[in-house]
């Protein structure tokens, strides 16, 4: 599960391996555009702030402008994001992070198994990660890793994860059917992934 913005209009890609990356500096809007083999133009900040624009293979560089020029208040406001989760990652020096990633091993272990036995799933082990992008991961083979950075958010948001890790067990994909099992176990969903945003944001070693 990555944590970054994403504004897709109309989306509908097909897979290609060919792709073309150039980087566009307009009207101090900088950008690295790919194109692609699709029907329209995406638009990501990833999680370092970088905007990234996917685009039909011949859309014009003015119409790809117009788009973002009509996004940047969107734009802007996922890059402070993106900013304000980088500053919450660097405050934690080497013995800090090495006790938050404990942490993380007990608490996500035990929120784990207690999702695991009440949705019925069996996985296969657990790993703790430095991931600053991606807070989960389940593989095909039932291996879920976490972000030890993913207590840095609230609770609510932490057991959405794992649910959300989970439910890739019965359903790998994002499909309608894999939300179907997350609405089954936490009803609430929507509003706890809404929570994995930097102003929510705290440091569980001060209370611990």
């Known amino acids: 599960m990555e944590v970054n ?3 897709i209009m109309k989306q509908a890609e097909s897979c290609t391996n060919k792709k073309s990356h150039t980087e566009y500096a307009q009207e101090n809007i900088e950008f690295t555009l ?5 029907k329209s133009i995406g638009i990501r900040v990833s999680d370092t702030g970088e905007i990234i624009v996917r685009a039909p293979q011949r859309t ?32 934690l020096d080497q013995e ?9 091993k007990v608490r996500l272990t035990r929120k784990t198994a207690h999702f695991a036995a009440i949705m019925g799933l069996t996985y296969d082990k657990i790993t703790i990660t430095r991931a600053k992008k991606r807070l989960g ?21 932490i ?11 019965a359903q790998p994909n994002h499909s309608k059917q894999f939300y179907e099992v997350i609405e089954q176990f936490l009803p609430d969903w ?3 992934r809404s929570l994995l945003q930097p102003e929510y944001m705290h440091n569980p070693l001060a209370h611990d």
């Open 5 to 7: 913005g994403d504004y």
């Open 34 to 38: 790919i194109r692609a083999n699709r």
């Open 60 to 91: 014009p560089l003015s119409e790809i402008e117009a788009v973002l020029q009509k996004h940047m208040d969107w734009i802007e406001k996922n890059q402070k994001r993106a900013e304000n989760r980088q500053v919450w990652y660097d405050c």
């Open 96 to 104: 800090q992070t090495e006790q938050l990633r404990q942490l993380a």
């Open 137 to 157: 991961s389940c593989s095909t083979k039932g291996s879920i890793c976490y972000s030890l950075y993913l207590l840095l958010y609230p609770d609510a948001a």
């Open 159 to 169: 057991d959405y994860v794992v649910v959300h890790e989970l439910a890739h067990l």
């Open 190 to 192: 929507e509003e706890r």
